[in-house]
C-alpha cells in the first residue's frame, strides 16, 4: 500500500505495523498528547487514584496505567530492543504503576516502530513539554543510541508569565535524533537583526549595500599565500587567481591607506544560522488566522522550520499524532509527500477539511473513517464515542462534552454561525 499523502483513524502502533514498510519514511514529527496542565502530581498517581479516568475528553490525552499498558510494557520486552526494556523495567521500579509509567511504556514500544520505518538518512523530532521531557530523551537514546542524539531544540511558545512559587513555564522540548551517522540536512539562516544590518554601511553606484572583511592571512594557523597584488604584499587569504576573478566582479576595496579588503554584500549574505534557542516562531494567539481551535495547535512556522531542514522535495514526512494536521499541512506546502495517523474522527476530519479549503483539488486518502453505512455502523458498535465524534465532523460542528460521563442534556455539538448582520448565534447538533 502506498502511504503517501493519507490520513489513517486509528492506533498508530497497529497501523505502523500493518501499512509502513521498514526503512520507507523520510522524516517522523510527532507531538504525543500529555495532560501536563493538569497537576503535575496527578501524573504520578498510582492506578487506584479517583481521578485516573474522571475526566477523560476527545482532545485530551489517554494515558492511564491499565492493561493496554502492561501489553505495552511486555511489547517492549519481546521487541529484542535490551537497552530500551531494560531502561523501562528501570523507570518502572522507580516510579511504579502510575501515569507517568504508562506514558511511557505506550510511547517506548511507538518509538521502536518509527525507528523502524525511518531510512537510514531519516531523522526524528519528537516535540514534548519538561514534564517529560527528560524521561523522553533517555527512552529515545536507548532507541537511537545515545550516539544518534543532534540537538535539545528549545522553542520559546509563550510570553513572559508567572506561575506562583516557581519561574514561568513558556518553553518547549523538541528531541531531534537521526537513525544513522549522516542524517539529510539542509542548513537554514534566519535574516541579520537591525544592529548587525547596519554595519553595511558603505554603498555601491547601484544601491548595493556592503561592509569590508579581511583578505590577508595573518595570524591564522597554517599560513596564507604570499604575493604582491596591484602593489600590495602581503599573506593573502587566496591564490592570486581568486584575488583576480573578485577584482573582475568589482568585489575588492582599495583603501585609502593602501589597503586591500573585501566587500561583503547584504544582499547576498544568508543570514544567522539557526540555533538550538527557537523565539522567534510565537505560539498561536486567538485572533491567529490559522488557528482551528484545536488546544495543542503548533503554528505552520514551526513545522516549515523542521521539514526544510531535515527533508527535501518528495520526500515523505509522518505525523503519527497528527492532531489538527499542522505538520501535515506544512509538508504538502514545502512539497513533501506527507502520511498523517490519529485516534481520533474528531482529528481526521478536522484534517481532512484543513486541507481541502489550503490546497483545493489536494489528491489525498482516509483510511479508517466510515465511508458507508455498514462501516459507520460498525464504528458505533465498536466506540459509541468515536461514532459520534465522526458525525459531529461530517457537519463540520464542533464537539461539545467529550467522553464526560453523565447526562449531556443531548448535545454532541455545537454549530456556531453569523446570520447576516446579527451577532454570532449557534446551532446545537444531536447524533442519535
Known sequence: ?????????????????????????????????????????????????????????????????????????????????????????????????NDMMAYLAMMAIRLIELHRVLKAEGSLYLHCDPTASHYLKLLLDAVF????????????????????????????????????????????????DADYAARFRNR?????????????????????????????????????????????EGRLHFTRTGGIRLKRYLDEARGSPVQALWSDIPALNSQAQERLCYPTQKPIALLERIIAA??????????????????????????????????????????EKRMRDAFPGVALRVEGTPRDCASAADLARRD???????????????????RRKGADGGIDGIIYFRPEGRETARALVSVK
Not at 182 to 190: C, V
Not at 314 to 330: E, K, N, Q, R, W
Open 145 to 192: 543510541g545515545a550516539e544518534r542524539f543532534r540537538n535539545e531544540i528549545t522553542w520559546k511558545r509563550t510570553a513572559a508569565h508567572s506561575d506562583g512559587g516557581r519561574y514561568g513555564r513558556n518553553t518547549d522540548t523538541i528531541l531531534f535524533y537521526s537513525k544513522g551517522a549522516k542524517p539529510r540536512w539542509n542548513p537554514l539562516f534566519t535574516p541579520y
Open 1 to 97: 500500500m502506498n502511504v503517501a499523502n493519507s490520513l489513517f483513524y486509528g492506533d498508530n502502533l497497529d497501523l505502523l505495523r500493518a501499512h509502513f514498510p521498514d526503512g520507507c519514511v523520510d522524516l517522523v514529527y510527532l507531538d504525543p498528547p500529555f495532560n501536563s496542565r493538569a497537576n503535575y502530581n496527578l501524573l504520578f498517581r498510582s492506578s487506584e487514584g479517583s481521578e485516573a479516568d474522571a475526566q477523560v475528553e476527545a482532545f485530551k490525552d489517554s494515558w492511564h496505567w491499565n492493561d493496554a499498558a502492561e501489553d505495552a510494557f511486555d511489547q517492549v520486552m519481546q521487541s529484542g530492543h535490551a537497552r530500551a526494556f531494560d531502561l523501562l523495567a528501570a523507570f518502572r521500579s522507580a516510579l511504579g504503576t
Open 384 to 402: 459509541p464515542y468515536q461514532f459520534q465524534w465522526w458525525a459531529v465532523s461530517m457537519i463540520d460542528a464542533v464537539p461539545f462534552g467529550g
Open 204 to 248: 555601491d553606484p547601484d544601491g548595493r549595500l556592503w561592509m569590508d572583511d579581511n583578505l590577508t592571512a595573518k595570524g591564522l594557523s597554517g599560513g596564507g599565500y604570499h604575493y604582491a597584488y596591484k602593489g600590495v604584499t602581503s599573506y593573502w587569504r587566496m591564490p592570486v587567481e581568486t584575488m583576480e576573478r573578485l577584482d573582475r
Open 310 to 351: 531535515s527533508s527535501d522535495p518528495g520526500d515523505l514526512v509522518l505525523d503519527p499524532f497528527c492532531g489538527c494536521g499542522t505538520a501535515v499541512h506544512a509538508a504538502e506546502k514545502l512539497g513533501r509527500r506527507w502520511a498523517g495517523i490519529d485516534i481520533t474522527h474528531l482529528a481526521i476530519g478536522l484534517i
